[in-house]
Structure formats: C-alpha cells, structure tokens
Nanobody, 121 residues
Framework: QVQLVESGGGLVQPGGSLTLSCAASGSGFSINIMAWYRQAPGKQRELVASISGADNTNYADSVKGRFTISRDNADSTVRLQMYRLEPEDTAVYYC???????????????WGQGTQVTVSS
C-alpha cells in the first residue's frame, strides 16, 4: 500500500501564487508517474499536470506557463507550483501516483485525500 498526503491548499487572491505538496509513503515500490488532478464544483475531475520517473512533464493547456510540477531529490514528494491564479482555478486538487511493486509486472494507482484551493477576492 502507498499513502499520499497533500498539503498547501488555501485561499489566495486572483493573480497570486500557491504551492501544493504531495508526500508518498510506503515501501517496496517505485514511482512510474505522479500527477495532480482537480475537480471544481459541478465539474468532472481533470488532469492538471503529471511527471514521470524520467522527469518528463505534461500540463493541461489551461495551466501551461502558470503551473510547474516537480519532484524532490528523493523522488518521494511531488510539488505543484501555481502562479497567476485565476478564479477558474478554484477546485479540490488531488495527488495521484502510479507505482510498481518489487517483482511485479503490473502497476497500481493511488489517490490522495484532496486539498482545497480557492481563488477569490
């Protein structure tokens, strides 16, 4: 089992910045992908950004140039740096990881509990 704990959400004014963190805990696994999703009220959950074990990154068109996803040196924590935030960025943000356990040939997905980001004046 892998547990993901998100932190860093809160209230920010339009044009402001916020950084989210997601820490993965457990043992016997290697991370293939870590990603951030978000879900606004009445909306479907959508992919925001992802980063692979080889540090390849992908971003939703709506956040390109404003958000940056990265991993720490130990590859156990993923961060989402958000800049020039807009009211439409308001959502619950979820961390997701795709991992592979030792001696297994298939992957598993795990989700964090979510953290609220509210962009408002």
């Amino acid at each position: 089992q892998v547990q993901l704990v998100e932190s860093g959400g809160g209230l920010v004014q339009p044009g402001g910045s916020l950084t989210l963190s997601c820490a993965a805990s457990g043992s016997g696994f290697s991370i293939n992908i870590m990603a951030w999703y978000r879900q606004a009220p009445g909306k479907q959950r959508e992919l925001v950004a992802s980063i692979s074990g080889a540090d390849n990154t992908n971003y939703a068109d709506s956040v390109k140039g404003r958000f940056t996803i990265s991993r720490d040196n130990a590859d156990s924590t993923v961060r989402l740096q958000m800049y020039r935030l807009e009211p439409e960025d308001t959502a619950v943000y979820y961390c997701k990881t795709v991992v592979q356990f030792r001696a297994q040939l298939i992957t598993y997905s795990y989700w964090g509990q979510g953290t609220q980001v509210t962009v408002s004046s």
